[in-house]
């Protein structure tokens, strides 16, 4: 499965990264992001139960199905006013 | 309500333009919008829209004015340092337009007396920075009916969308848990580019002055995010989650229904959690928690539970003969619960004000927040 990944605010920040290609077998539904994320930082993990995946400029569930092509945003709370 | 000589001589700008003209003016002066927070994001939004001319602007703060705070927030000047942020918020307002009508609220925003004042307002501009407030705008927005109009920032990075539980998703439906805070660093810890907040406090005037006028189409359903650093803009999908702890009764309402709306009489028979803790041990009350299941898990007081959804299958479970409190993780859900039980028969509900958190923070910091 390849995918472009978007990571926005403190998800870019822990990855170090903001855009990336990627192509991985262990990618099936969306919620495998977070873990494939969490492999690159521990501190995902804490961060996981409050991230927001959207798929092609849509939010989606953890259980949507990816597709070759498509373009993955992972998106975290934020607070600030 | 008309518009006076001096009125259509300020607004002139607006009466010209076909979707306002002199109706959309007078609709604007009809409305009143609550700006939570006088802060990075409440300045612009609330300075635009006392400019606009809505009829009552009221400001919801509790802080002070701090030299750190000058970057971004513009309603506040360098001599206001010290100053309630209400006070300096009001002098600046009624200096840009005496027409309206300022009302300050001096306090932090809770479970407890969000309500009782969101209830006064048309539209609520959400420029808290911390998420329990936000999760309090929510909750009572959603029970209210009320657009919401929210907004973040985070360095160089900014989210806008309109939560409209009538209408489509609320911000639970974004975020169905409250991140700990510690989890998500604030203004002060992430820091924050200072016309950031500008530009996106002035899109929720925008939305808010909009939803006023009844002109366009909204964000509503739609996550705006704004990167400065690249100034792009980027447009999301949100749809309602149906089963959304915060809304989602509404769409998918079983036959019998809870009411979505609550009366004024029926908030005045609210109990404390004082009242509650000395009752409560001669047994002589039954506690109905109508939180979900996995909420019950992590926090719970001596209760039994029945999801909100469930009441109107399962209310004839409990004794009408007993004094019966409702309970849930703000106050909110369970004042929908007491309405409806009170509407079947039951003679003596009444429902915990400030609900399982306030339970938590005065009576017993053994029971977990979340």
Not at chain 2, 20 to 25: L, M
Not at chain 2, 261 to 288: A, P
Not at chain 2, 319 to 338: N, Q, Y
Request: aromatic share 6%; proline share 5%; charged share 25%.
């Amino acid at each position: 499965m390849k995918i472009k990944l978007l990571l926005f605010s403190s998800a870019a920040d822990l990855a170090g990264f903001r855009e990336q290609e990627i192509e991985r077998d262990d990618l099936k539904v969306a919620g495998n992001i977070l873990g494939y994320l969490t492999s690159l930082n521990t501190e995902f993990d804490k961060w996981a139960p409050y991230l927001r995946v959207a798929v092609n400029s849509s939010y989606v569930d953890t259980n949507h199905q990816l597709s070759d092509g498509d373009e993955v945003a992972v998106i975290p709370p934020v607070s600030g006013g | 309500m008309s518009l006076s000589a001096k009125e259509l001589q300020r607004y002139e700008r607006h009466l010209s333009i076909p979707d306002v003209g002199v109706a959309g003016q007078e609709r604007l002066k009809q409305s009143s919008v609550l700006v939570v927070g006088a802060g990075g994001l409440g300045s612009p939004a609330a300075m635009y829209i006392a400019a606009a001319g809505i009829g009552r602007v009221g400001i919801v703060d509790a802080d002070v004015v701090q030299l750190s705070n000058l970057q971004r927030q513009i309603l506040h000047a360098t001599p206001d340092i010290g100053k309630a942020k209400t006070d300096s918020a009001r002098a600046t307002l009624k200096t840009i337009n005496p027409e309206v009508g300022v009302e300050t609220h001096n306090l932090r925003l809770t479970g407890e007396n969000a309500r009782s004042i969101l209830e006064h307002y048309d539209v609520v501009v959400d420029g808290s920075d911390n998420f329990p407030t936000r999760f309090v705008i929510s909750e009572a927005c959603s029970s209210l009916g009320k657009p919401h109009i929210y907004g973040s920032v985070f360095r160089f990075e900014g989210q806008v969308s309109v939560f409209d539980s009538q209408r489509g998703p609320c911000y639970r439906c974004l975020h169905p848990e409250q991140p700990p805070d510690e989890l998500v660093p604030d203004c002060a810890v992430g820091g924050v580019i200072g016309v950031l907040p500008g530009m996106v406090g002035s899109i929720q005037a925008a939305e808010a002055i909009k939803v006023c006028l009844k002109v366009g189409k909204g964000l509503i359903g739609r996550m705006l995010l704004i990167d400065m650093r690249d100034m792009a803009f980027r447009e999301l999908e949100l749809t309602k989650n149906p089963q959304c702890r915060g809304c989602g009764m509404q769409q998918n309402r079983p036959v019998q229904q809870v009411p979505s709306t609550v009366s004024e009489d029926e908030t005045t028979s609210d109990i404390s959690v004082e009242e509650l803790k000395s009752r409560h041990e001669n047994g002589d009350i039954l506690v109905v928690d109508v939180r979900q299941p996995h909420e019950y898990k992590i926090a719970k007081i001596d209760s039994v539970l029945i999801p909100l959804q469930q009441l109107p299958e399962r209310f004839q479970e409990l004794d009408k003969t007993k004094e019966i409190v409702t309970l849930c993780h703000h106050g909110f859900r369970s004042a929908h619960a007491a309405a409806f039980l009170r509407s079947q028969g039951f003679q003596r509900v009444r429902n915990l004000a400030g609900g399982i958190d306030a339970w938590s923070l005065r009576i017993d910091q053994t029971v977990p927040r979340y």
